[in-house]
C-alpha cells in the first residue's frame, strides 16, 4: 500500500517518501504539523498504524509496573500521553516496548526459517547490537530477569538513572524505531512520526540513529511500500547521515505555511552534506560554504584557507557545472534559513568572458563573478608572479625565447598572442598555457598553489592600494568573503 500524502485539519504534507526529513526553524510549527497528522490519522486504524514520539521524553528507562498497567488497560493510553511536546514516563514506557519487541522478534523468528536457519541472527545481534553501536561507555544487555546496562570499562551493571540523559535518550529512541518497525501491519500504511529526535544527542550519536533508521528499513524493504518515517529536526548531522540514501526526501516547514513538499534528496544535498554535517569540525565551526564551479577552483580556495592559516573561513562546495551550480545556490538558499538565524554563503562563478555583468544576490548567498576569464587568470597578475619570482616582464623576455625554441609546440602561438596582450588575456581562457607559464619561468609549484598562496597573503590594506589580483578577481568578493567579519 503506497501512499504520497498525509494529511490532518491544516497540515499537509506530499511526497512521501520512505524517510521524510521536515526542517525548519524555531516556531516555525513542525511539532504542532507534525501532531496535526497524528490526531487525524490515527482515528482510522483500519487504515494506518500510525506512532508519534514527542520532542521531549522524560523518565528513565526501566521498567514501571504502573506504565505496563497503563498500556494494558487502556490502548490508547500511550498514544495519549504523548500527544504533546513533554511526555512524561516516556521512556519507561519505551523500556515497556523493549520486552514486547523481543516477543515479537522471538515469534518472527519462530515463523521465518531463513532467520532462523542463520546462525549469527539472534535478538541480541538483531536488536540490542543496533541500540548498542549507538552507545560508547555502556551496553544494553539481557539478564536473568530483565534488561540491564553495563559499563564496558569495569562490566558492572549500572542502574538505569545513573546513566547520563545522551545515552538514556539513544536508548529510549532506538527501541521505539526497533519496536515500530517489528509491529509494521502489512494490510495497512505504517507512520512513525519522530518530532527532533536529536534532542539530548551528541552530534555522532544523531548521525548514527540516522543509519540505524536505514538499517531497519533495510531488513523491512520487503514492506517498503508501506512505512513512511517521517521527523523533524534542525540537526544537520542526521540529515547528513542519510543524505545518501534513496529512502530519503526532503522538505522545509516555514512560518504561516502547513503545506510541505518533500523532494528526493540530491545531487545537491549530497555535494553540501560535508559542510553542514560532520558532527565536530565543520557544522561547529564559523566557516561558511564557498560553491564554486570546478575542481581547479576548489583546489585554490583549499590553498588560499591553509595560506591564510584559518583567518579565510570558507567551505569550498564543488560543483562541477554552471547548471549544478545554480541548482547548488537554490539548495543553499532554501536550506540556510531553516538552520541558522544569521547564515551566510557564497557563489563564485567564472567570468567566461563576461565583463561588468554583476550577479545578483539571492539572500542570504551572495553572488560573485570573477573579473577575469577564469580563476587560472589570475596566474597572470603581478602579485602571482611574484609569488613564482618574477615579473611581467620577465616573464614576456623568458617566453619571446620559449616560442622562438618552441615554433610548433600547439601552444606557441597562445604563448605570443599573452606577450602581446594589452590586458594579459584577462578575459581569455588559458587554461591549456597555466602550468606553461609557471614552467616558463622556473616555477615548480602548480599553478594553483602558487594562485591560492597568493589569496591566502593578501591583507587588508591591499583593497585601498593598486593590486591587480584584487582587480581580477574583485573588489567586493575578496572584502565579503576573504575578509568577511574583520573590523
Known sequence: MRIHEL????????????????????????????????????????????????????GSFRRDGN?????????????????????????????????????????RLARTPEIR??????????????????????????????????????????????????????????????????????????????????????????????????????????????????????????????ADSSYVSIGTKSFAVDTVELKPTSAELRKVAPFFGHPLSLSLSEDAALILEGEDDERVWQQAGRTSQGRIKVFPVLAGSVDQQAELETFCVNLLDTLYDNPVAFSLRDGDGVVDQPLEHRPPLKRYRLHCYAIENALLTDPCLAVMGTTWEELAAKAIQWAGDNPTHRDSAIVQELVGSADRLRHKKIKNIRQLVCAIVGCKKPWEVVVGQTIGALAKEDLTSSNMLIDFLGAEMIRHIIFRGAA
Not at 494529511?7 to 517518501?17: F, I, Q, S, V
Not at 513542525?30 to 522524560?58: C, G, H, M, T, W
Open 7 to 58: 494529511k490532518g485539519e491544516t497540515a499537509h504534507l506530499t511526497g512521501l517518501n520512505n524517510i521524510n526529513v521536515i526542517m525548519g526553524r524555531n516556531g516555525a510549527g513542525k511539532s504542532r504539523f507534525l501532531r496535526d497528522i497524528e490526531a487525524v490519522n490515527s482515528r482510522s486504524k483500519q487504515l494506518f498504524n500510525l506512532r508519534y514520539v514527542s520532542p521531549e521524553r522524560a
Open 67 to 107: 506504565v505496563l498497567t497503563n498500556i494494558s488497560t487502556n490502548p490508547d493510553w500511550l498514544r495519549q500521553t504523548r500527544a504533546v511536546n513533554q511526555a512524561n514516563q516516556f521512556k519507561e514506557a519505551s523500556a515497556m516496548l523493549l520486552r514486547q519487541a523481543e516477543t515479537l522478534y522471538l515469534r
Open 117 to 242: 536457519m542463520d546462525a549469527a541472527r539472534n535478538f541480541e545481534t538483531d536488536r540490542l547490537g543496533k541500540i548498542n553501536q549507538l552507545l560508547t561507555n555502556i551496553s544494553l544487555e539481557i539478564s536473568a530477569e530483565d534488561f540491564e546496562f553495563r559499563s564496558l570499562h569495569e562490566g558492572a551493571p549500572v542502574n538505569p538513572d545513573q546513566i547520563s540523559s545522551g545515552e538514556s535518550e539513544a536508548v529510549s529512541l532506538a527501541t521505539e524505531v526497533i519496536y515500530f518497525f517489528d509491529t509494521i501491519d502489512p494490510a495497512k500504511f505504517n507512520v512513525l512520526l519522530l518530532d527532533e529526535p536529536d534532542v539530548h544527542l551528541h552530534p555522532d550519536l544523531q548521525a548514527r540513529l540516522g543509519k540505524l533508521i536505514i538499517a531497519m528499513l533495510d531488513e523491512f524493504k520487503s514492506h517498503s511500500d508501506s512505512i513512511a518515517v517521517c521527523l523533524s529536526t534542525h540537526s544537520c548531522p542526521l540529515v547528513c547521515s542519510l
